[in-house]
């Protein structure tokens, strides 16, 4: 396995970074140019203009959910670099985890995802194959996409991370399926408790846009754990 470039880094420069990459994950969905008109006269044009854009990025919902995705998943594994490095000064950083790391969460998560949420917004209370109990109760119908996300897709997603990042890392298949054997289902119980506890909101939400940049915020957790997981 070729040796992995690094770079000597700040410390500093890194945790801001990492701040800065929340920040955006975190304010991405939300911000708008009504709610920065209350800024004062320095800030505001600075702020309308970014919010603007944001705006305007929304608008096309598959870039959108793409761009917002790579930032969660590079600020999990820039996370993960310093949570492993002691004190300040400069840390050796390596780039490509990042890189690697972003592009499994692209890959196997948030694209899937944004397919997997479409193909469960088709199905409401005016689908004729559902039974009727689901049909007449929103709650139960928004337990049922919870639950089926829980067992088929997360792991499936799950799995899909854990092998594209070590085939990523040049890892093999045999390196890929070591993963898989000893590291899915922890994934999977972590999984299970958090989407069980924030899916019903992020189903609960009118449209697929909304629904991935929601669970992306509640992934920023759960990408650190990703990441910690595949680089043990």
Known sequence: MPEEAVAELPVALLRGSSAALAAFTLSAPLVSTAGVAVLPPPLRS?????????????????????????????????????????????MIYMPMRTLRNSLAGLLADAIPFYFWSSLLASVDATT?????????????????????????????????????????????????????RSSLWRTCVVAAVSFGIGGPLVYALPSVLLQSALRNVGVLAFSFYLALVATE
């Open 46 to 90: 600075a702020a309308y203009a970014l919010a603007s854009s944001l705006q305007q990025l929304r608008r096309r919902d598959r870039l959108f959910v793409a761009l917002h995705a790579l930032s969660t998943y590079a600020c999990g594994d820039v996370l993960v670099q310093l949570a492993r490095h002691a004190g300040g000064g400069t």
């Open 128 to 180: 004729p194959w559902l039974p009727g109990f689901l049909r007449q109760s929103a709650v139960l119908l928004i337990g049922v996409k919870v639950v089926s996300h829980i067992v088929l897709f997360q792991t499936f997603s799950n799995a899909l991370y854990l092998s594209s990042h070590s085939l990523l890392s040049r890892a093999g298949w045999r390196g890929a399926w070591q993963r898989l």
